[in-house]
């Protein structure tokens, strides 16, 4: 009998202090956050759905192993449109070391395959083009729709391929 009395203060006890202001506050902080989120997710899939966003990237590597490097210049960036790319990027040119530090700086009209697929993380989005050579690059995005953070792998047919990671941002 003593420890039926015991179980239910503990069970009373639980059930007390499953309904302090603490434990509201926690859950409305909880709520609030996802409701952020969702609007976050959905901002996101807006500017990719739109064709109209620029990435700016931070940070560059050569595939698969290279060294990450720092972009401090913020004025790179690859602005998507409608109907034409601006890239203006670092890019490591060659197969193996040492590779060719050039800057990618065109403007393409022509995006061939351009293909937004929706994922369980957010989004890919891919085109192909050759930047005025015979060599044909692959910009691949991928978007991480919670995060923000972006992934963009460009490869090549004759060199290998430069990862950047950074972030989308709309263009009104």
Do not use: M
């Given at each position: 009998m003593r420890y039926l009395f015991?179980?239910?203060?503990?069970?009373?006890?639980?059930?007390?202090?499953?309904?302090?202001?603490?434990?509201?506050?926690?859950a409305d902080r909880e709520q609030?956050?996802?409701?952020?989120?969702?609007?976050?997710v959905k901002t996101m899939?807006?500017?990719?759905?739109?064709?109209n966003f620029v990435f700016r990237p931070e940070t560059y590597m050569v595939q698969p192993a290279g060294m990450?490097?720092?972009?401090?210049?913020?004025?790179f960036n690859i602005t998507v449109?409608?109907?034409?790319?601006?890239?203006?990027?670092?890019?490591?040119q060659g197969i193996t070391p040492p590779y060719s530090l050039v800057i990618l700086n065109y403007t393409i009209t022509v995006l061939d395959n351009y293909i937004a697929r929706?994922?369980?993380d957010g989004w890919?989005?891919?085109?192909?083009?050759?930047?005025?050579?015979?060599n044909t690059y692959t910009f691949t995005f991928t978007v991480y729709s919670k995060t923000g953070e972006v992934n963009l792998d460009i490869s090549s047919d004759f060199y290998s391929?430069?990862?950047?990671q950074g972030g989308l941002q709309p263009v009104y």
């Open positions: 015991l179980a239910l203060a503990v069970l009373c006890g639980s059930v007390a202090v499953a309904q302090t202001p603490e434990s509201i506050r926690r609030e956050r996802e409701v952020k989120t969702a609007a976050f899939d807006s500017v990719v759905l739109s064709h990450s490097r720092v972009i401090n210049n913020g004025d449109r409608n109907n034409y790319a601006d890239i203006y990027v670092p890019y490591l929706q994922t369980d890919v989005v891919s085109f192909n083009t050759n930047l005025y050579s015979s391929t430069v990862s950047y």
